[in-house]
């Protein structure tokens, strides 16, 4: 396989009592490529995401990140191997400024004496810099988070998951919510990432979404890998069809 | 000044700081009414009189502000403060304790009593209002039976006149109080502690997934209203040289009148030190002013009920405009 694979997951099943979410499944990300992960209802999209994100344990497989093997207890762990996790409900606290939320848990602090304060204005500049980065576009990182649109939520909940140069990040649903001519500036902002050198995975319904910002897409059908393929070699229909279990 | 950064600046000081800023006004307005309306209320004497009632009122609720914001409640104030300040009698009288000590030890209790309260709500699953609604009528309850209703005087004049006196013409609890309102202030702006609160008010969900330890954040601020509380149980006895099973009645709805009178969302999430300062003053103000105008203490009671229901109203619609769509459950 290639040389800048990041992420790699081997035979990964997850069990829950009686009832199989994975079984057996492979997947592998490359440095500065986007994955879509495409598959209906119950197919088993979330409970990979989350046992890659450290949130589940596999019951069997095994992760890779830089070809080195691991073992997740939290998403702590594997924010600390720099994966990122966007929730589909974006987790933002909205009586916070756009910069607070971005580095909320994370805030830089100016040590003094034996205290450590807040450093606010390294934390506006800080933000500042990073939106100018993702070319993220609102008034001021002093807006507090409830007064955005949906489309600049998602844009601030990215943002923070790329603060801490994230060299993998996984969108779970990333326009699901959003209003028709929001979804392509997040689509912009997913093709920036990739850019800047970032892996992206993500989980998606809509084909629009796959086919503007995938390499390549991967389905899943009743928690076993399906079918996968470089994007330039299939078609809508063809994944269309992966979803609901159909093959030619 | 450009147009665009014009509109900024105003809709800023809308968001932030229109609360604050029509707060002054009312107490400003009530402060003329109630100066051209009656006699002795703009007197140095009166006022004094009104920092001092403010001033032990906020030492709490500056760390309710803290609770609510985090979308806890904590109603056992006044009877923690009546147990506080008899405990502190007790001490010193029935087992002849130094003052430190007492002190120390009354301290020691409220700290364990807020992390009683905070370690129920998170791993018990307890709302704080239960708990403390349970506590609120077993220490009034247990402070009646210990004095069988009777005070328990101590005689010290120097702890008397220096804690329930004046230093440099204010109220030595005012001074406490402007001290205790710098580190709140202070601790709400600019630490992570600080943000933590707002943080886990805004959404708790959020918080957790992030690694901010949630439970951890709440029960430090429920331990502040407790701790406060005992703090306030010495400097009333401070102030009337006696326990009292019967003091502080009614507290509990005074400090959490002033914090919600200052802006502070019972939903949580939204709250400022400022705002809950100027509503202890707000609060104190008129209570005051309505003794002055002869109206009886009972009625007071129904006028400081009508305000903390229309500071509410007021209250809930701000935060209605200023946050898209209304309150939000998680």
């Known amino acids: ?248 | 000044m450009t147009e665009q950064t014009l509109e900024k600046t105003k809709k800023r000081i809308k968001i932030s700081n229109l609360h604050e800023i029509g707060l002054l006004i009312a107490l400003i307005i009530v402060l003329l009414l109630f100066s051209l309306t009656t006699e002795n209320f703009f007197t140095q004497r009166n006022f004094t009189s009104i920092l001092r009632s403010a001033s032990y009122v906020g030492l709490i609720a500056f760390p309710m502000t803290f609770v609510l914001i985090t979308r806890e409640i904590d109603i056992s104030v006044g009877p923690s403060v009546a147990w506080s300040g008899l405990l502190f009698v007790i001490l010193i009288k029935w087992y002849d304790f130094g003052y430190l000590t007492s002190a120390v030890i009354v301290i020691l209790w409220g700290t364990l009593l807020g992390y009683f309260i905070g370690v129920a709500r998170t791993k018990l699953f307890i709302p704080t209002f239960i708990t403390t609604l349970a506590l609120w009528s077993a220490l009034r309850g247990y402070s009646l039976f210990v004095t069988e209703g009777r005070p328990i005087a101590i005689s010290n004049k120097e702890f008397r006149y220096f804690f329930g006196g004046d230093i440099l013409g204010l109220p030595t609890v005012t001074w406490i109080m402007l001290g205790a309102f710098l580190i709140f202030w202070f601790a709400s702006k600019y630490t992570v502690t600080g943000t933590n609160f707002y943080a886990v008010g805004g959404n708790p969900k959020a918080a957790r997934n992030i690694g901010i330890n949630v439970d951890r954040v709440k029960i430090l601020a429920l331990i502040g209203t407790s701790l406060f509380s005992a703090i306030v149980g010495i400097l009333f006895v401070a102030r009337v040289s006696s326990g009292n099973a019967n003091l502080a009645d009614g507290m509990e709805f005074d400090v959490i009148a002033a914090v919600v009178v200052g802006g502070t969302a019972l939903a949580g999430a939204v709250g400022t030190m400022t705002g809950t300062l100027l509503g202890c003053v707000f609060i104190a103000m008129i209570s005051n002013g309505l003794i002055h105008w002869g109206i009886d203490p009972d009625l007071n009671r129904v006028v400081k009920g009508i305000i903390i229901f229309l500071a509410v109203v007021i209250n809930s619609n701000f935060t209605f405009k200023s946050n898209s769509g209304g309150p939000k459950e998680d």
């Open chain 1, 1 to 248: 396989m290639s040389d800048n694979l990041v992420l790699e997951a081997k035979s990964v099943s997850k069990f829950f009592g009686t009832i199989t979410a994975l079984q057996n499944v492979d997947l592998h990300l490359n440095k500065g490529e986007v994955l879509g992960v495409v598959g209906d209802n119950g197919a088993g999209k979330s409970t990979l995401m989350k046992v890659l994100s450290g949130l589940y344990k596999p019951s069997e497989g095994s992760l890779f990140f830089d070809k080195e093997k691991v073992s997740l207890n939290s998403p702590r762990d594997s924010q600390n191997l720099g994966l990122e996790m966007v929730y589909q409900d974006l987790a933002l606290a909205g009586n916070l400024p756009i910069g607070d939320n971005i580095f909320l848990g994370r805030e830089p602090t100016r040590k003094v004496g034996p205290f450590n304060f807040l450093d606010h204005k390294k934390r506006k500049q800080l933000t500042e810099e990073h939106l100018a980065k993702l070319k993220i576009n609102v008034k001021s990182a002093d807006q507090k988070v409830e007064e955005l649109s949906g489309g600049q939520r998602q844009a601030v909940a990215i943002a923070r998951a790329t603060a801490f140069n994230a060299k993998i990040v996984l969108m779970d649903e990333p326009t699901a919510a959003l209003a028709v001519k929001e979804v392509g500036k997040v689509l912009d902002l997913i093709l920036n990432l990739k850019k800047l050198g970032v892996s992206v995975i993500v989980i998606s319904h809509r084909m629009d979404d796959i086919f503007t910002v995938c390499d390549r897409v991967m389905a899943l059908f009743q928690g076993t890998n399906f079918a996968e393929s470089e994007l330039k070699n299939t078609s809508r229909d063809e994944v269309i069809g992966w979803i609901m279990g159909k093959k030619d």
